[in-house]
């Protein structure tokens, strides 16, 4: 026998539910999407597609612009990124009758009703409404000051193999950040480059050691069998010595920078180019402002791309796939278009039947089934596998 509190609050909450038909908030828009980086612009693009009422705001200030090139996003290996970026936004435009683009500084973003809808409102104070807001934000490199590091960042001093690392074979190689990240630097870039000198700045302490020991318990041997010098002195200034960007080989796919490392105790070492271990942050303070739940650093989501508020999203280098490339960050947008569109249509055909709101659990569930699998165990599976 249910206890009759029980049992009435139950009542209520069937009757409640009945009554409560379901609302469609008056909104400006029915999704903004913060930032115009490939992320932005690929949630854009399929919301558009399916002309929902879409407002891209972007600040322009994006992770891959320091770089000469893209790489390994087919069909554009090599494109500038601002070229790239230059045609997304010539196609978007097509959807110019329910989508718009600005170029603007979102400063805060608050959940009105308890998600119902969202106001973003920018930096000149102007207010957008919206039933979804999607955050394409990025993250930014906290560089070191070291005088050539910034200088050199994206042009031989690279963050990624896939990104640089090709143009950079078989060069005089170097590695840049602490101690406990050069073992798995060393693999990454192997079959690039074997003249390998880690340059750790002071950080061969025993706690960075024990650090590493955890994750590789031989490291002093892989590192001697792979021909690594550690190098521990304090890194006063990296000069640039050539520039890739008027020294290189087109045709063969050759960037010829190099640089001359100047170290503390008067000794100096030449090398070709550098992948580094640098931490990173949130581009912008809208997540913690909004008390996003996080993964570290990053934005936690769910296999839908959805933040723990349920009406916002966060998509590529921002959000906690772990992945922070130029195809993630399309997949992921791509993956939150299409569960907006969903959603936000489910809840349209209940308003025009006049039937009661789903709750949010209730929506998700449906636009889940109506995508056609369960991707949450599928993701959080495949994560585990990392
Ligand atoms: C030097 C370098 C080279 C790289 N090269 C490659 C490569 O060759 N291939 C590859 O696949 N990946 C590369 N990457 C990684 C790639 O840059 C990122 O994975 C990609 O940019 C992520 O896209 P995003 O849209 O999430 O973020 P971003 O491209 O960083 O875009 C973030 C956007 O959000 C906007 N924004 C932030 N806050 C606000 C706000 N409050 N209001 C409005 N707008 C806001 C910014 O202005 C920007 O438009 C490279 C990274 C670096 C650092
Ligand atoms: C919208 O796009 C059409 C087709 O590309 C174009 O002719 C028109 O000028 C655009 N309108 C605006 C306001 O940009
Ligand atoms: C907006 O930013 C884009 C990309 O950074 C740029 O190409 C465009 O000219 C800007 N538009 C205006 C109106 O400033
Ligand atoms: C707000 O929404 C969340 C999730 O959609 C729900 O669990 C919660 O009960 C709601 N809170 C109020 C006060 O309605
Ligand atoms: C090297 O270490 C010094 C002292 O800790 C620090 O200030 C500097 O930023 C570091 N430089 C690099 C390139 O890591
Ligand atoms: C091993 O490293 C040293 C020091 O950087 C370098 O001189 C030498 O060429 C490297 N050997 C090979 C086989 O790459
Ligand atoms: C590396 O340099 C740091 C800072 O100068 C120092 O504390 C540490 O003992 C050095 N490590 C080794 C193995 O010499
Ligand atoms: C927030 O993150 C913590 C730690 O990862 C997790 O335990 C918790 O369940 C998360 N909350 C939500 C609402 O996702
Ligand atoms: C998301 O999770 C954070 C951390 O647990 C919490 O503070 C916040 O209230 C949650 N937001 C929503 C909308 O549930």
Not at 79 to 104: C, D, E, G, H, W
Not at 232 to 238: A, M
């Amino acid at each position: 026998m249910p206890s009759l509190k029980a049992l009435s609050l139950y009542l209520l909450s069937t009757v409640g539910g009945a009554l409560a038909a379901t609302t469609i908030p008056e909104t400006d828009y029915d999704a903004i999407v913060i930032g115009g980086g490939p992320a932005g612009l690929s949630v854009t693009s399929g919301l558009s597609r399916v002309r929902r009422r879409t407002l891209m705001l972007d600040s322009g200030v994006y992770r891959n612009d320091p770089t000469r090139h893209m790489h390994d996003v087919i069909g554009n290996d090599g494109t500038v990124p601002a070229v790239f970026r230059y045609l997304a936004r010539q196609q978007i435009s097509r959807y110019n009758a329910t989508t718009s683009m600005k170029n603007a500084t979102v400063t805060s973003v608050e959940s009105i009703n308890n998600g119902s809808y969202y106001k973003a409102t920018d930096s000149e104070g102007l207010e957008y409404t919206a039933r979804r807001i999607v955050l394409g934000t990025g993250m930014k490199d906290i560089l070191p000051d070291t005088p050539g590091v910034k200088e050199g960042w994206g042009t031989g001093i690279y963050w990624c193999p896939w990104c640089d690392g090709y143009e950079h074979r078989d060069q005089a190689f170097g590695i840049l950040g602490g101690l406990s990240d050069v073992v798995g630097s060393v693999i990454e870039i192997w079959q690039l480059n074997q003249d390998i000198v880690a340059f750790v700045n002071g950080t061969n302490t025993p706690e960075q050691q024990k650090a590493l020991a955890n994750k590789y318990p031989n490291w002093e041997a892989q590192l001697e069998a792979y021909n690594v010098t550690l190098n521990n002195e304090t890194i006063v200034s990296i000069d640039r010595l050539q520039d890739g960007s008027d020294n290189n080989d087109p045709a063969e796919d050759r960037e010829f920078d190099l640089f001359r490392v100047n170290l503390a105790d008067g000794t100096s070492i030449e090398r070709g180019a550098f992948i580094t271990n640098f931490p990173d942050a949130q581009y912008s303070d809208i997540a913690q402002n909004l008390h996003l739940n996080m993964t570290g650093t990053k934005i936690q989501v769910a296999a839908n791309m959805k933040t723990n508020d349920t009406g916002i999203y966060a998509i590529g280098d921002a959000n906690s796939d772990g992945a922070t490339n130029v195809p993630h960050a399309m997949f992921s947008g791509k993956r939150a278009a299409v569960y907006i569109h969903v959603e936000l249509g489910r809840q349209e055909s209940l308003a025009a039947i006049g039937k009661r709101e789903l709750s949010h659990r209730e929506l998700e569930k449906e636009a889940r089934r109506m995508i056609g699998n369960d991707l949450d165990d599928l993701w959080k599976r495949a994560r585990e596998m990392k």
